[in-house]
């Protein structure tokens, strides 16, 4: 199953530079990196990032994660990814664009 991380483009430049990161700010205040499933990302860019231009979709494969990715309660009761150690840059599958259109992100057709 993927599971996905929207960054910042320096977010992701830094995870880039260093091969892992501790997360966005509030991953960093919070001890865990917070990821969305397929059916969670919109709703996490609309409420997290809206009006952000610039972001970035990063999809991981949840399984290779292991124990250290938890699915806990969040947001309207619903089971969300969090991942209980640093974001490495080997975890990601892929990044695309997460560009504003109209006031709201596009995301990939084919996101799964």
């Known amino acids: 199953m993927l599971i996905y991380k929207i960054f910042r483009a320096p977010e992701w430049a830094a995870l880039q530079a260093a091969g892992e990161t501790a997360g966005a700010p509030v991953d960093v205040a919070d001890g865990y990196v917070h990821f969305s499933t397929a059916a969670q990302a919109r709703e996490t860019a609309a409420k997290h990032f809206a009006g952000e231009d610039g972001l970035l979709l990063l999809a991981l494969e949840a399984e290779p994660l292991g124990t250290a990715l938890k699915w806990e309660v969040s947001r309207g009761g619903a089971l969300f990814p969090h991942l209980y150690r640093n974001l490495r840059l080997t975890d990601v599958l892929w990044s695309r664009p997460l560009p504003l ?5 596009a995301f990939p057709e084919d996101l799964a």
């Open 101 to 105: 259109v109209d006031g709201t992100h």
